[in-house]
């Protein structure tokens, strides 16, 4: 196996999950990351019955897996919900990954501005003031919030895969690369804006944008029918 397969990165599948399953009976890595909005009907385990017995299967949050109740239920309620990257460091296939699921939103934090909020007790606790038995909507669970962001700089990975794009995007955020840099990171992997590219940043940091329902191996070149496609 070429061993830069060991890994596989999918983009957003946004319910189509057959290029991800294909990728896997034809590389057999070891592991699949998958990088967000699922827009799940049915629980994740349920998507991906064919793969789930023959390679793990790692993922983070994008914005789609918070629009309603049951979107959000089949994926953090599911039989894998505890292979959730996000805010977490876990080795696998060798590799130190970290996952930052969820977008910045404005109600929230959006760099570069300032949070509006310095916690989730320090909103809900406001909240309290005006109604009893607050929740948290799932629009501000899919939120990034910055003390949770900033508490990932005090550890160590080799790769970021978020769902937001660092900087090297138009649409992207630096501080996501600031992060990376925090963190010793060498590549990130994002979803989100349904592009494939690659690129570098600050640091020698190299990014790979994953294209929706693509899949990319660890150095960030698409598999396309038995091909490695580079996207530079």
């Known amino acids: ?24 009976h034809e590389y057999k890595p070891e592991a699949v990351v998958l990088l967000g909005d699922y827009d799940l009907d049915t629980p994740l385990e349920n998507c991906l019955r064919e793969i789930v017995d023959i390679t793990q299967i790692w993922w983070i949050p994008g914005n789609h897996d918070f629009e309603t109740p049951t ?24 590799v130190r990954i970290v996952g930052l699921g969820g977008i910045f939103l404005g109600r929230v934090w959006y760099p570069p501005m300032q949070p509006k909020w310095k916690d989730k007790a320090h909103y809900l606790g406001m909240q309290k003031l005006n109604a009893k ?28 895969v978020s769902h937001e794009a660092p900087g090297s995007h138009r649409h992207g955020f630096h501080v996501i690369g600031d992060l990376a840099v925090a963190m010793n990171v060498k590549t990130i992997f994002h ?12 640091r020698n940091i190299h990014v790979h944008g994953v294209a929706n329902t693509a899949v990319a191996n660890l150095v960030g070149n698409t598999l396309k029918n038995g091909n490695e496609v580079g996207v530079g």
């Open 1 to 24: 196996m070429n061993p830069h397969n060991r890994i596989l990165f999918a983009g957003d599948p946004h319910g189509n999950f057959r290029p991800l399953i294909a990728a896997v």
């Open 71 to 94: 979107k959000y239920k089949n994926l953090f309620h599911s039989a894998l919900a505890d292979k959730s990257l996000h805010l977490k460091v876990i080795e696998i296939a060798g």
């Open 133 to 160: 038995n607050v929740d948290m909507s799932l629009k501000y669970k899919s939120a990034i919030w910055h003390d949770e962001f900033q508490a990932l700089k005090a550890l160590k990975a080799d790769i970021l």
């Open 191 to 202: 979803g989100h804006l349904h592009e494939n590219y690659s690129t570098m940043i600050k």
